[in-house]
């Protein structure tokens, strides 16, 4: 099984400064066909997650251009250039490589 | 707009068995997949399964696997999972949650349905 690792786990942001959370899977999930099977989803408090980022770099439909997903292989990043206070949650990784899934631990983000 | 909407909260006793429905509007639902998470509270999102919706097919995680049966009723736009044999860490909540971007992302969840297990 794909084991994924976020960090950190907790994340005070001050509104307006940038935030970075890094993912890192056990195995690649670069795909022979280029893509990499890494997507992110935030869960906002009380609510289910959505998705923000798919195939490790691309922002899904109405997700604001302040988020942003790189990487590729075993090491991926979500930034977000300047954080607002409706960005607060918890921030998980997903691989879906070969038709299984799996996440990481979560990442927190609050507001200082 | 596209929704998701489940059936309501649960209470079993443990080696029961459970059926969450989740009944689909606002797009074609035998285009796109569906597949079911679960969450405790606290913990991260644990994928049980998918089903191809237009033709039935399925896979499921390893874990779930003999307990678990995701099926759908093509005719009333509704996907269903079935857990059996419950203990009380099958207690969280149960997503159903659509397939799209051509499959390569979830782009809909729907807002859960709490399975409680307990003597």
């Known amino acids: 099984d794909i084991v994924m690792t976020q960090s950190p786990l907790s994340l005070p942001v001050t509104p307006g400064e940038p935030a970075s959370i890094s993912c890192r899977s056990s195995?690649?999930?670069?795909?022979?066909?280029?893509?990499?099977?890494l997507d992110w989803y935030l869960q906002k408090p009380g609510q289910s997650p959505q998705l923000l980022i798919y195939l490790g770099s691309n922002r899904a439909s109405g997700v604001p251009d302040r988020f942003s997903g790189s990487g590729s292989g075993t090491d991926f990043t979500l930034k977000i250039s300047r954080v607002e206070a409706e960005d607060v949650g918890v921030y998980y990784c997903?691989?879906?490589?070969?038709?299984?899934?799996?996440f990481g631990q979560g990442t927190k983000l609050e507001i200082k | 707009q596209v929704q998701l909407v489940q059936s309501g909260p649960e209470v079993k006793k443990p080696g029961a068995s459970v059926k969450v429905s989740c009944k689909a509007s606002g797009y074609i639902f035998t285009t796109y997949a569906m597949h079911w998470v679960r969450q405790v509270p606290g913990q991260r999102p644990e994928w049980m399964g998918w089903i191809n919706v237009a033709i039935g097919d399925t896979k499921y995680s390893q874990k779930f696997q003999g307990r678990v049966t995701i099926t759908r009723d093509t005719s009333a736009s509704t996907a269903y999972m079935e857990l059996s044999n419950l203990t009380s860490e099958d207690t969280a909540v149960y997503y159903c949650?659509?397939?799209?971007?051509?499959?390569?992302?979830?782009?809909?969840w729907s807002q859960g349905t709490l399975v409680t297990v307990s003597s």
């Open positions: 997903m691989q879906a490589q070969q038709g299984l899934y799996s």
């Open positions: 195995q690649s999930l670069l795909h022979v066909n280029g893509n990499n099977y």
């Open positions: 949650v659509r397939s799209g971007y051509g499959g390569y992302a979830w782009d809909f």
